[in-house]
C-alpha cells in the first residue's frame, strides 16, 4: 500500500507547475529568454529580503498577539481562581497574621493606584516572611474550605496552559500543598506545636504568593475591565469593613 504524499508537497507541486508553465506562455509569445532570466533573477534575489519580513516581522507581531491573547486566557482562569476561593481564602489565612493590622495598611488600594505601585508591592511581599500563627486562626473553617473546592483545584492544576504561568503555577501547588496537608488530619484542633508550626510553614508559602498574584490580578483588571476592578476594590479581603454595596 502506497503512502500519499502531504498537501503541502502535492500543493508545492501544483504551484511550482503552473509557474512552469506560464513562463512556458510567456517564451512562446514573445521570445525574449535573457528578459525571463534576469526577471527570475530579480525575483530570486528579493527572496531573502521577503524571507526577513515573514520570518523576523510578521512572525514576530503574531507571537505577540498570540502571547497576548494567551494572557487575557490565562488572567479568565485567574478570575475564576480568586472568585472562587482565592479572595475567601486570603481572608482567612489573614486570620491567623499576627500582622495583620500591618499588612492592611499596606495593601488598603485605591483606584488611582499606578501599575508601578502595584508591582512594587507585589514584589516587596512576595519575598516577605508573614510570621503566621497556626493557632490563632480557625483551622477547622479553613480545611471544610479546602474540602469544599478540591475539585476545583484539580481542575485548575489540570489546565494545560496554566503552564504558561510559572507564578500562578507555584501558587496552586503552594495551596493544594496547604489543603493536603490539613485535609489528611482528622481533627485539626487537636495538633501539637509541632504541627502546628509545619502547617504554619505551609500557610506561609501559599500566603506569600496568594498576595502576589492577588495585586498582579488587581492591576490587569484596572488596565483591562474597570467594572471588574471596582468590585475588586470593594471586595478586598484585607479590607474588615469590605462591601458590595456602593454607599455613597
Do not use: C
Amino acid at each position: 500500500m502506497t503512502k500519499r504524499l502531504p498537501s503541502q508537497v502535492l500543493i508545492g507541486a501544483a504551484l511550482l507547475a503552473l509557474s512552469a508553465l506560464l513562463y512556458l506562455l510567456h517564451f512562446s509569445f514573445f521570445h525574449d529568454a535573457p528578459h525571463i532570466l534576469d526577471w527570475v533573477l530579480a525575483e530570486t534575489a528579493f527572496i531573502p529580503i521577503q524571507v526577513l519580513v515573514v520570518t523576523l516581522i510578521l512572525d514576530r507581531m503574531l507571537a505577540v498577539r498570540e502571547q497576548r491573547l494567551m494572557l487575557n486566557k490565562l488572567n479568565m482562569v485567574i478570575g475564576v481562581f480568586f472568585s472562587e476561593i482565592g479572595t475567601t481564602l486570603l481572608a482567612e489565612i489573614s486570620r491567623f497574621n499576627p500582622q495583620l493590622e500591618s499588612a492592611r495598611g499596606q495593601l488598603k488600594i485605591s483606584g488611582t493606584w499606578s501599575d508601578k505601585q502595584f508591582i512594587a508591592l507585589a514584589q516587596k511581599l512576595k519575598g516577605h516572611v508573614f510570621a503566621l500563627d497556626a493557632a490563632r486562626g480557625d483551622l477547622k473553617n479553613l480545611r471544610a474550605l479546602f474540602i469544599d473546592k478540591r475539585n476545583f483545584l484539580l481542575t485548575l492544576l489540570e489546565n494545560p496552559n496554566l503552564l504558561e504561568h510559572e507564578t500562578f503555577t507555584e501558587l496552586l501547588w503552594a495551596v493544594f500543598h496547604l489543603a493536603e496537608e490539613l485535609e489528611f488530619r482528622a481533627d485539626v484542633t487537636a495538633l501539637p506545636p509541632s504541627d502546628l508550626k509545619h502547617i504554619a510553614n505551609d500557610m506561609q508559602r501559599a500566603y506569600s504568593l496568594l498576595i502576589y498574584e492577588w495585586l498582579m490580578y488587581l492591576k490587569h483588571l484596572k488596565n483591562s475591565y474597570p467594572y471588574l476592578f471596582s468590585l475588586a476594590l470593594r471586595l478586598n479581603p484585607f479590607d474588615p469593613s469590605a462591601s458590595a454595596i456602593i454607599l455613597s
